[in-house]
Nanobody
Framework: QAHLVESGGGLVQPGGSLRLSCAAS????????VGWFRQAPGKERDFVAG????????YYADSVKGRFTVSRDNAKNTAYLQMNNLKPEDTAVYYC????????????????????WGQGTPVTVSS
């Protein structure tokens, strides 16, 4: 059964770092766009970052630009989200998702466009 598995979340102090991983199981991530989203309690699921199938282009929400870096290793069937200088407002459940876009260079910021989702990994930024 095709699905994604996130890992790497946890509790971190403000200014700290975490690296999230997103491993595909039951299918190949090749040709899939990977998006990272987050959802805080009582809020909608928001786009955080995305990367094209070949890693050639990356996109970020303004709130994380310069602090987060999205990457992928297709040989390992895995994508990553490196999060630095974390802030309390980054606290949320983080999800990765995979989309097979009609145009390979497009990275959607809309959750409904994505075909596969992980179960989410919680990130708490607190002192």
């Amino acid at each position: 059964q095709a699905h994604l598995v996130e890992s790497g979340g946890g509790l971190v102090q403000p200014g700290g770092s975490l690296r999230l991983s997103c491993a595909a199981s039951g299918f190949s991530l090749d040709y899939f766009t990977v998006g990272w989203f987050r959802q805080a309690p009582g809020k909608e699921r928001d786009f955080v970052a995305g990367i094209t199938w070949d890693g050639g282009s990356t996109y970020y929400a303004d709130s994380v630009k310069g602090r987060f870096t999205v990457s992928r290793d297709n040989a390992k069937n895995t994508a990553y989200l490196q999060m630095n200088n974390l802030k309390p407002e980054d606290t949320a459940v983080y999800y990765c998702a995979a989309d097979l876009p009609e145009i390979p260079t497009v990275v959607s910021r809309t959750p409904n466009e994505y075909d596969y989702w992980g179960q989410g990994t919680p990130v708490t930024v607190s002192s």
